[in-house]
């Protein structure tokens, strides 16, 4: 499975954006997938994440409510819609397939290039 992340881009505080991520390969409409983002001098973390199917998505507590993971299997393609951008959402955000549904990296063995969000004060 190959991944192409991309919708990012600079917004200011309280705008929106939305992520997409492209894949390839028959695996993926059968993979969970996630979305995780990395800030300036901090570890990636976990943003959210959507079983193969679409019927469960988990979040972060710092996006739940702001963010909504979709995704559309007939296109091989997920989506973030960020709403309510804050400063601190600024970061490459990177898409992510796996077997394993869950916010762990470890279960995601393929992953996107990462798209840069930037969200002004």
């Known amino acids: 499975v190959q991944l192409q992340a991309c919708g990012g881009g600079l917004v200011e505080a309280g705008g929106s954006l939305r992520l997409s991520c492209a894949a390839s390969g028959r695996a993926f409409s059968t993979n969970a997938a996630g979305w995780f983002r990395q800030a300036p001098g901090k570890e990636r973390e976990f943003v959210a994440t959507?079983?193969?199917?679409?019927?469960?998505?988990y979040y972060a507590d710092s996006v739940t409510g702001r963010f909504t993971i979709s995704r559309d299997n007939a296109k091989n393609t997920v989506y973030l819609q960020m709403n309510s951008l804050k400063p601190e959402d600024t970061a490459v955000y990177y898409c992510?397939?796996?077997?394993?549904?869950?916010?762990?990296?470890?279960?995601?063995?393929?992953w996107g290039q990462g798209t840069q969000v930037t969200v002004s004060s």
């Open positions: 992510a397939s796996g077997p394993y549904y869950g916010g762990s990296e470890s279960g995601y063995p393929y």
């Open positions: 959507i079983s193969w199917s679409g019927s469960r998505q």
